[in-house]
């Protein structure tokens, strides 16, 4: 692609020079990388990733500290363990989250293919069926039942 203007203008863009994803604006002979977009989005996607890693992560530590405390204080075995399930649950739905976002940024935003899409397709139908299948068990009941009025949220 030419851009018109060759008195201190840029003269050409070109996406091949610097490597996969690279945006090369060239003037006067010299080559400056501009934008790596493609490494950017992957940058991005990792960021997202790992906070939904983190995510996962110190939900679990913060729901063990507190069922290790409340054991302690001797409160009753059965709803310590359910709401120790529940926060680990409430800490994984939220990082799957996020892992997912991640997996769309990567995909979509960088020249997608039919193969990727695909990839991407499946990965979020199983997150999706990992996220259901933890809300079910977190809800007790499935989520276009209505809520009993004994139930409380989470």
């Not at 851009?3 to 840029?10: D, I, N, R, S, V």
């Not at 997912?100 to 293919?113: C, F, K, L, Q, S």
């Amino acid at each position: 692609m030419r851009w018109p203007g060759k008195e201190g203008g840029w003269r050409g863009v070109s996406g091949r020079s610097a490597g996969h994803g690279a945006l090369i604006l060239a003037e006067g002979g010299a080559k400056r990388v501009v934008m790596d977009f493609a490494r950017i989005v992957e940058a991005i996607g990792q960021a997202v990733d790992l906070a939904g890693v983190a995510i996962i992560v110190l939900g679990a530590l913060t729901a063990t500290v507190s069922f290790v405390l409340r054991l302690r204080e001797r409160e009753a075995p059965h709803d310590v363990y359910r709401a120790y399930r529940q926060g680990l649950g409430r800490a994984i739905l939220l990082g799957l989250e996020f892992l997912v976002a991640g997996d769309i940024i990567r995909t979509v935003a960088v020249a997608p293919t039919f193969v990727s899409v695909g990839v991407l397709a499946l990965i979020v139908l199983v997150r999706t069926f990992l996220s259901f299948s933890l809300e079910v068990e977190l809800e007790n009941r499935l989520p276009w039942q209505p809520r009993r009025s004994t139930d409380t949220p989470g």
